[in-house]
């Protein structure tokens, strides 16, 4: 079995609208957003052996920003393949990882996540900004992903959930 953590980057700004959408930087709320997931991937013992992230730059702060508030200590690739990518380009990326790696985080775009979780996972979930996917793979080896790897969506959290159920407590 491997493990996929999905997450959607963190709430980008729109205060510079002569920049482009790759270069579009996190808000503050994302910032803060990224360090609330932090702590629910500390307290599920979820961390990555490795972190793949889109490198435009929104994506990219998210991840600097969730690795804050955590010990992780390794590797984090930015990739211009998961800017915008599709399902198919998802498969490829994890098609490409050694085998030694168990749990591996993606963190990228709508609606690109929303598929993998859709058509992997087989579960319709939106992703609002910041979400975090847990998905256990029906895999021996990353090579054998593909169209029909079935997994099963073992957990779900946004930070709106979670600053919910702090105000409940």
Known sequence: ??????????????NHPELTDYDRPLKRRGRNDAHIMSRVIDENDLYPDLILSSSAKRAA??????????????????????????LHDFIEVLKNLDNDIETVMIIAH???LED????IG?????MPTAALG?????LESWDEISF????????FWTPKMLKDKAELD
């Open 61 to 86: 702060e998210t991840a600097e920003a969730l690795i804050e508030g955590l010990e992780y200590e390794n590797e984090i690739i930015f990739s211009e393949t998961l800017y915008m990518a599709e």
């Open 116 to 119: 993998v979780l859709q058509i």
């Open 134 to 138: 847990y998905l256990v793979l029906d």
């Open 110 to 112: 709508n609606p690109g």
């Open 148 to 155: 029909e790897t079935t997994g099963k969506l073992a957990g």
């Open 122 to 126: 087989d579960e319709y979930q939106a």
């Open 1 to 14: 079995m491997k493990t996929l953590l999905l997450m959607r980057h963190a709430k980008s700004s729109w």
